[in-house]
């Protein structure tokens, strides 16, 4: 999973970060309403923490200009002054949630967990095929119950798979679900390292990664 964090206050933003980075989730961080306008140009988030006073502008302006364009990215508000008129208008405006500063961290994660389910009709926390069953709150995996021994990019990628059962996802999709941008370094066939990880802590049992050539990569079960 991939976090717009939209949050001129450098503590906030960077502590909202290493918690979400610790529970899987690549964060990348925006000072302004323009910088994170460039990096929506580049990159398809699964959520956006927006706070609502930013330098350049109010964003609840930047939030009014994604859904004008049609970007349904589940938003959670943030600011340290939330009034029910201000509620009441992000809500309008298509904010998904809000938190008012201060807030709990854990609170925050719940919240962003939630709106992903929501936006992917995702009943309960749990993902399952077969005998695996995925919980992103956790980050973490069982197979027939037991345990299974991952990393947490390893937890994140079997997560991005789980999500999108019968699709194959390409490896620039699983690289950007798994790095941020101050992960330049990480280079692409990094996903392929990851891939062959799983696929061995999968052995044995009725699920498998397919390699689809030249397309990417797809969870089945088998039988």
Partial sequence: ???????????????????????????????????????????RYDAIVLDINL???????LLSDL???????????LTALFSVDDRVSALDLGADDYLVKPFDQRELEARLRALMRR??????????????????????????????????????LLGLLLRHQGETL??????DGLFAFDDADVGLNAIELYIARLRKKLSGSS????????LGYRIVQHG
């Fill in 1 to 43: 999973m991939r976090v717009l964090i939209v949050e001129d206050a450098t503590d906030v933003a960077e502590a909202v970060a290493i918690r979400l980075g610790k529970s899987g989730m690549a964060c990348d961080l925006a000072e302004t309403c323009e910088d994170a306008e460039d990096f929506l140009a580049v990159q």
């Fill in 55 to 61: 330098p350049d502008r109010n964003g609840t302006e």
């Fill in 119 to 156: 936006d992917s009709d995702q009943k309960s926390d749990a993902i399952t095929l077969g005998p695996l069953s995925y919980s992103p709150a956790g980050l973490s995996a069982t197979m027939q119950g037991q345990p299974l021994d991952l990393t947490r990019r390893e937890a994140t």
């Fill in 170 to 175: 390409n490896k620039q999709r699983l690289y």
């Fill in 207 to 214: 699920v498998a990664i397919e390699t689809q050539r030249g």
């Fill in 67 to 77: 859904r004008a364009r049609g970007n349904r990215t589940p938003v959670l508000m």
